[in-house]
């Protein structure tokens, strides 16, 4: 038996779902705002739910939380600058402890679209949130964290980063956090900006990368159910409100040409 409730023109099918993905079209809401085509996939086995997309620019941008273990991987893929004669691509990733919004991930493997072709825009933006990376870690103990992120950082290896702060709310024992810790950056805190130095400068610089997800499901919403005798009965699924928001990950290069990007 399969029981469908509309929710404008999202459907939660209340079906068992191992995993589902759903892509969507997504926006700002402006007028000459970019239209993104967004997956965002739940897998009930692993607990985790991705959001991934391609920007304008080429970058590909992957989003995955692990609910189990509260913690949040982002994965930057950006293509070489074929003017300064960059080949292939870099991979980087950082760690971010889970903000808690995010609907369930088995209500995400239920969400369906009435009609593929149309473009979403969020109900609520939820500001930008900036985080500081001063500690590369150790790529070959990354499973002490969560057990996804091997896999999703493998071609990053050397350029995953993250936070004392957020180590510390992730792994809660202070041995096992130092075992990880690849490199802190002592100069974080006074070292320049990429963008205001040279390409050719061999000083190291603060990088930024930044991503906005225009669309994402961040809370259920739930409808009264009226029995037959017009009394007030039980509460049941009706819904999704939808959020956007924006990241910055900020982390220490070696030299500005490795973070070509970024403009001053």
């Given at each position: 038996?399969?029981?469908?409730?509309?929710?404008?023109?999202?459907?939660?099918?209340?079906?068992?779902?191992?995993?589902?993905?759903?892509?969507?079209?997504?926006?700002?809401?402006?007028?000459?705002?970019?239209?993104?085509?967004?997956?965002?996939?739940?897998?009930?086995?692993?607990?985790s739910?991705?959001?991934?997309?391609?920007?304008?620019?080429?970058?590909?941008?992957?989003?995955?939380?692990?609910?189990?273990?509260?913690?949040?991987?982002?994965?930057?893929?950006?293509?070489?600058?074929?003017?300064?004669?960059?080949?292939?691509?870099?991979?980087?990733?950082?760690?971010?402890?889970?903000?808690?919004?995010?609907?369930?991930?088995?209500?995400?493997?239920?969400?369906?679209?009435?009609?593929?072709?149309?473009?979403?825009?969020?109900?609520?933006?939820?500001?930008?949130?900036?985080?500081?990376?001063?500690?590369?870690?150790?790529?070959?103990?990354?499973?002490?964290?969560s057990?996804?992120?091997?896999?999703?950082?493998?071609?990053?290896?050397d350029?995953?980063?993250?936070?004392?702060?957020?180590?510390?709310?992730?792994?809660?024992?202070?041995?096992?956090?130092?075992?990880?810790?690849?490199?802190?950056?002592?100069?974080?805190?006074?070292?320049?900006?990429?963008?205001?130095?040279?390409?050719?400068s061999?000083?190291?610089?603060?990088c930024?990368?930044?991503?906005?997800?225009?669309?994402?499901?961040?809370?259920?919403?739930?409808?009264?159910?009226?029995?037959?005798?017009?009394?007030?009965?039980g509460?049941?699924?009706?819904?999704?409100?939808?959020?956007?928001?924006?990241?910055?990950?900020k982390?220490?290069?070696?030299?500005?040409?490795?973070?070509?990007?970024?403009?001053?």
């Amino acid at each position: 038996n399969m029981r469908i409730l509309l929710s404008g023109c999202l459907i939660l099918l209340l079906c068992e779902v191992c995993c589902a993905e759903l892509i969507v079209n997504v926006s700002k809401g402006s007028q000459q705002a970019n239209v993104f085509r967004q997956s965002i996939e739940g897998n009930v086995t692993q607990d985790s739910i991705t959001i991934q997309f391609l920007t304008p620019s080429g970058e590909h941008i992957k989003q995955v939380t692990d609910m189990a273990h509260k913690v949040t991987v982002t994965v930057y893929t950006i293509p070489g600058e074929q003017d300064l004669g960059e080949s292939g691509y870099k991979v980087v990733c950082f760690l971010s402890s889970y903000l808690g919004d995010l609907i369930p991930t088995e209500a995400v493997t239920k969400l369906r679209q009435r009609h593929a072709s149309a473009v979403r825009v969020a109900e609520e933006h939820r500001g930008n949130t900036v985080q500081e990376n001063p500690i590369l870690v150790d790529y070959g103990k990354m499973h002490h964290i969560s057990p996804l992120i091997p896999q999703l950082c493998r071609e990053a290896k050397d350029q995953i980063y993250s936070s004392e702060g957020v180590l510390k709310q992730l792994l809660k024992n202070p041995a096992k956090m130092s075992s990880i810790i690849t490199k802190k950056s002592h100069n974080y805190q006074s070292s320049r900006r990429c963008g205001d130095d040279s390409l050719n400068s061999t000083e190291a610089c603060t990088c930024g990368l930044q991503h906005c997800i225009w669309w994402f499901p961040c809370a259920l919403k739930y409808c009264r159910t009226d029995t037959e005798d017009g009394s007030v009965g039980g509460e049941h699924r009706c819904g999704i409100r939808t959020c956007s928001k924006c990241f910055t990950h900020k982390y220490e290069v070696r030299r500005p040409s490795e973070c070509s990007w970024d403009d001053p």
